[in-house]
């Protein structure tokens, strides 16, 4: 099975247009997202660009909880798991959060498979012990690239996307 993993958005709605369509494109099952929509009409078009079940947790910048929960009560594709969640997604224990320190000591703590975060913005997938460390890069495209990851749950392997 593939797992997009997906951070930091900011609202940049014409980029996740193009990550959503090479999501799709990749035929990717679920998407993690690591927090960082920041308005909610981004989860909205994220949760109606990709029809699979998408995980989510907080970032920093995600202000207006109440109507980003209410998006995802209606859409009914979304979970939201507040500032951390572990999941289990075809037999593969992963645990998402939208911070690096954090994400390093869950990695680091060998208690799971792959462990996923963003808020910095950087591209990373680093093997710590038995874990798969990623962070996803950006939507936003602040740093000049666009990247998303895919995880591959049959091979434990991740490769980033970019978006030209």
């Given amino acids: 099975m593939l797992i997009a993993i997906v951070s930091d958005i900011h609202d940049n709605i014409w980029q996740l247009k193009k990550v959503s369509q090479a999501i799709n494109d990749l035929a990717a099952e679920v998407v993690i997202f ?5 308005a909610p009409f981004t989860l ?31 859409v009914g594709n979304v979970t ?10 075809a037999g593969q224990k992963i645990a998402v959060n939208h911070y690096p320190t954090i994400g390093r000591r869950l990695a680091e703590s060998g208690a799971y498979n792959l462990v996923c ?4 913005h950087l591209a990373l997938i680093e093997q710590v012990g038995n874990t798969l460390l ?24 991740a490769k980033l996307v ?3």
Avoid at 134 to 140: L, Q
Avoid at 141 to 147: E, L
């Fill in 34 to 38: 690591c927090g960082d929509f920041c």
């Fill in 44 to 74: 909205k078009q994220l949760a109606e660009d990709f029809k699979g079940p998408i995980h989510v947790v907080w970032g920093n910048n995600d202000g207006d909880k109440w109507l980003l929960t209410t998006i995802a009560m209606n």
């Fill in 134 to 157: 990623v962070n996803p890069g950006e939507v936003m495209g602040r740093f000049g690239k666009v990247t998303f990851a895919v995880y591959d749950t049959d091979h434990h392997e």
């Fill in 162 to 164: 970019e978006i030209p």
């Fill in 117 to 120: 975060y963003g808020h910095d």
């Fill in 80 to 89: 939201l798991y507040g500032e951390h969640a572990e999941l289990v997604v």
